[in-house]
Nanobody, 122 residues
Framework: QVQLVESGGGLVQAGGSLRLSCAAS????????MSWFRQAPGKERECIAM????????NYADSVKGRFTISRDNANNTVYLQMNSLNPADTAVYYC???????????????WGQGTRVTISS
């Protein structure tokens, strides 16, 4: 079992920044690919950022590329999502997830956090 707890969400104005954190406990954090998903009201959950086990490679959805940065600290069992140039379309609940394979479907992930809400005002 891996327990994931997100933090760092909140309300910010358009153009602002937020940094989300996801703290992991349980099984060896470095064994898992970590991803950030988000789900806006009435929309499906989408994978927006992914990082490999060592942090050596990352991948982003086109909607966040160039604005968001995913990183991980395996010594402290934490994954981060730095979000810059936020706009109202980024409003969603953000989830971190741990999986064994570099995939984008939510069903391919084994463990999920409870989510943290991000609201961007115009």
């Amino acid at each position: 079992q891996v327990q994931l707890v997100e933090s760092g969400g909140g309300l910010v104005q358009a153009g602002g920044s937020l940094r989300l954190s996801c703290a992991a406990s349980g099984r060896t954090f470095s064994n898992y690919i970590m991803s950030w998903f988000r789900q806006a009201p009435g929309k499906e959950r989408e994978c927006i950022a992914m990082i490999t086990r060592t942090g050596g490679a990352t991948n982003y959805a086109d909607s966040v590329k160039g604005r968001f940065t995913i990183s991980r600290d395996n010594a402290n069992n934490t994954v981060y999502l730095q979000m810059n140039s936020l706009n109202p379309a980024d409003t969603a609940v953000y989830y971190c997830a741990a999986g064994r394979f570099p995939r984008v479907r939510p069903d391919d992930y084994d463990y999920w956090g409870q989510g943290t809400r991000v609201t961007i005002s115009s």
